[in-house]
């Protein structure tokens, strides 16, 4: 790999958008410009320009979304660009809360080190030695910066293990990774080159990659005695277009990143509700019988529900899924089931997929069109192995196939009575080195399109029904659900972890994955309860699972088990009040997970958070913890170790008031102080700190707990 060194330093060009340009050596710029106080971007291009011309991510007007085609990278449009203090240093830029100084020039590596203007210390250096390299041979790129052994990292999306990333080598790159490792297992589903920093002196820093190219970010594996300490992030033949934000608490900067990709999409309040799944019921062969019976027992054993996903199976024939298509001998009438779906008060979701079987009836019509991703050179589709069969992925950067997707959506699941498409297997792992997209009339190769099909495919969805929903006012309509994707499916979506295994370290580690989606920028994030893959959970596993997710912002009860069995809230009758209790529980707190809900929109604030996103200043909430926050008030402690039936938890300061208290009884525990307590195996631990209001909703009349009843209580503590 070759540095990339200056030739030229051009502070403030006066025709120039930037406020910064550093000619290069070999050719192409390095040009920097300050978006706010307290962010900035830099993008190297080369002399040829730009491998990647449009953005799909960047959206930084509220309200306003990308065009389909995308956004010209340049652009600096939405951006209010802050005043620059003026320096006498011709090699620095500064706002009062951001500050950049460069090295470099005449032939040497370029430097830049960020400064906090107020204490005048460094919180990130580029490596002194050679901070950014490129490879002629592969087009990869590296960033290279120094590293403190105390720094804390994290992000990235759904990764896995301990939230301190400090140490990983990590990779952002969509996979359908059933059955992962859930402490170790790298990469999941996502593409999310976003990674913030805890610098020593406690500041915050985030950095978003924009590309959409594979990247890998070396958190402190690698080590070469010529560089001293370092990290890197990797960059698979795209660009270096990186945005640094920084603030004094981990809020801040996620709020910036967030509201830089578009904000997060508030979702229809009876998403909110619990909801059920399990790939058995539809794959059977009597399956709108086991749908029908799914409903009287729900009735039977009184559990509250608000919406039941169909999983595949009814568009399946053997193991093969045909989208968009019914399998009439399992499901002779559809609009039937789903009526009484309805009827029981359940929202109906079907599972969609991205990819045609070569013999699906609408195959031959789409690769006329153009419609699929397809080999450069013959123009044909690319046919890769997919379900059990052969098939090829839709191009959803080809018009003639987003249109043929929105029409299918409309006639054959929402016209039949199913309310919502939910978008699974997009995770688009094409092996054909030659594969390109339409690129919405500029083609893109594959491997820098790949987590892009995820997003646009769950904007068509999403678009689809936003539009039905107006068509028959039906506002609460307007919403969908992705398994995999880029930043900007959180404008359209809801999300969650995958295809889980049933296991107490999948329990564990699956709370640490949905933290860190949080922290990512991902809020609307739940788990698979009781496990996708896998063996069938015993009572008590399945018990704690469901009070652990309980308290997520998604709770989908999902599996696909051997012998099409299902994970369901009666499996084991020896806890199924309690299992009962744990979902009523979350109803019961609807209202102030709503309001939860609302700050993620609005505020652009994470729903669960780890204690130290509340406790930034609390030391002891950077160790590693099953507990979560839930908004600004409750504490949740899960209980995920076998036959356990006490735990200890950690209670952090409080900025005012001595006590935190437990949500049964209202017994005070004392804040800063590490606590043993009850966890009965019928109860899921829950603490709501001093001063806190919780408004709670109960059920009237003996009916069952929805999703909207009102609040009947204001719980102070």
């Known amino acids: 790999m070759k540095p990339i060194a200056g030739s030229a330093w051009i502070s403030s060009p006066g025709e120039s958008s930037a406020d910064a340009v550093i000619d290069l050596k070999e050719g192409g710029q390095l040009r920097l410009v300050f978006l706010s106080e307290t962010m900035a971007r830099v993008t190297w291009q080369s002399s040829e320009g730009f491998k990647e011309p449009r953005t799909w991510a960047i959206a930084p007007v509220s309200g306003q979304d990308v065009a389909w085609e995308g956004r010209p990278r340049e652009t600096l449009a939405g951006f209010d660009r802050p ?76 990764k896995t293990g301990p939230l301190n990333l400090h140490g990983r080598r990590l990779r952002c790159l969509g996979q359908d990774s059933i059955g992962y490792d859930p402490e170790r297992g790298d990469p ?39 560089h001293g300490l370092f990290r890197t992030t ?36 009876w998403t909110l509700g619990y909801a059920q799944t399990a790939m058995g019921l539809a794959d059977s062969a009597n399956a709108q019988e086991m749908l029908s019976s799914f409903i009287d027992e729900c009735q039977y054993h009184q559990v509250p529900i608000s919406a039941f996903h169909y999983g595949s199976g009814y568009s399946s024939r053997g193991k093969q899924r045909y989208v968009f298509t019914w ?18 008060g359940m929202k109906v ?33 690319v046919v890769e192995p997919y379900w059990d069969g052969q098939g090829s992925h839709l191009d959803f950067t080809c018009e003639q196939a987003v249109k043929w997707w929105q029409s299918q959506l409309k006639t054959q699941i929402l016209q039949r009575g199913i309310d919502v498409g939910w978008n699974d297997n997009n995770e688009y792992a094409i092996q054909a080195e ?93 788990h698979d309860v009781g496990g996708f893959y896998g063996p069938i959970p015993d009572a008590e596993l399945f018990l704690r699972w469901v009070q652990s997710c309980s308290l997520n912002p998604r709770m989908v009860m999902n599996s696909w088990k051997a012998g099409n069995v299902s994970n369901l809230p009666w499996m084991h009758p020896e806890v199924t009040q309690a299992v009962i209790e744990a979902i009523r529980l979350r109803y019961q707190l609807l209202p102030y997970m709503w309001q939860c809900f609302e700050a993620a929109s609005h505020k652009h604030v994470p729903i669960i958070r780890p204690t130290f996103f509340n406790f930034p200043n609390d030391l002891k909430c950077f160790e590693d913890s099953d507990d979560f926050m839930l908004g600004d008030a409750l504490l949740v402690a899960p209980v995920v170790v076998q036959s356990a039936i006490t735990r200890e938890v950690y209670l952090p300061h409080l900025p005012t008031g001595e006590y935190w208290f437990d949500f049964y009884d209202k017994t005070p525990l004392k804040a800063g102080q590490r606590h043993t307590v009850k966890a009965p195996l019928n109860q899921l631990p829950l603490f709501v700190k001093s001063g806190a209001q919780i408004p709670i909703a109960m059920s009237v009349n003996g009916t069952l707990p929805k999703f909207d009843d009102s609040v009947t209580e204001v719980l102070k503590f």
């Open 83 to 158: 005043k620059l203090s003026p320096r006498a240093d011709t090699k620095s830029l500064e706002t009062s809360k951001l500050r950049v100084n460069w090295t470099g020039g005449e032939g040497e590596p370029i430097r830049l080190i960020w400064t906090d203007p107020a204490n005048n210390k460094p919180f990130q250096s580029d490596r002194v030695t050679s901070a950014y390299l490129n490879e002629d041979r592969t087009g990869l790129l590296r960033h290279c910066l120094e590293r403190d052994p105390s720094e804390h990292y994290f992000g990235l999306g759904d």
């Open 434 to 526: 030659d594969a390109i997209s339409a690129g919405m009339g500029a083609s893109l190769p594959m491997h820098r399109s790949r987590p892009l099909h995820g997003l646009l495919m769950t904007r068509a969805t999403f678009e689809s029904q936003k539009a039905h929903a107006q068509e028959t006012s039906q506002a609460d309509l307007a919403f969908t659900i992705t398994r995999a994707g880029p930043p900007g499916i959180q404008r359209y979506a809801q999300t969650w972890s995958g295809d889980n295994t049933t296991s107490w370290a999948s329990l564990k580690w699956n709370i640490r994955t949905g933290l860190q989606m949080s922290l990512s920028g991902m809020f609307n994030i739940g």
């Open 327 to 344: 399998n009439t001998s399992k499901f002779p009438n559809p609009e039937e089931v789903n009526a009484k779906f309805h009827a029981a």
């Open 349 to 381: 979701v079907a599972n969609l997929k991205p990819c045609l079987l070569d013999d699906h009836p609408a195959y031959k019509v789409l690769a006329e069109q153009g419609a699929f991703i397809e080999h450069e050179a013959s123009h044909q589709p």
């Open 188 to 226: 999941l589903y996502k593409h999310w080159p976003f990674l913030i920093t805890r610098t020593v002196d406690g500041l915050w820093v985030g950095t978003y990659y924009d590309t959409l190219s594979a990247c890998t970010f070396d958190l402190g594996c690698e080590h070469d005695n010529y």
């Open 234 to 269: 990797e960059i698979d033949d795209g660009d270096l277009d990186y945005y640094l934000m920084v603030g004094s608490t981990p809020e801040e900067v996620i709020a910036q990143f967030v509201k830089l990709v578009g904000g997060t999409l508030l979702p229809p309040r």
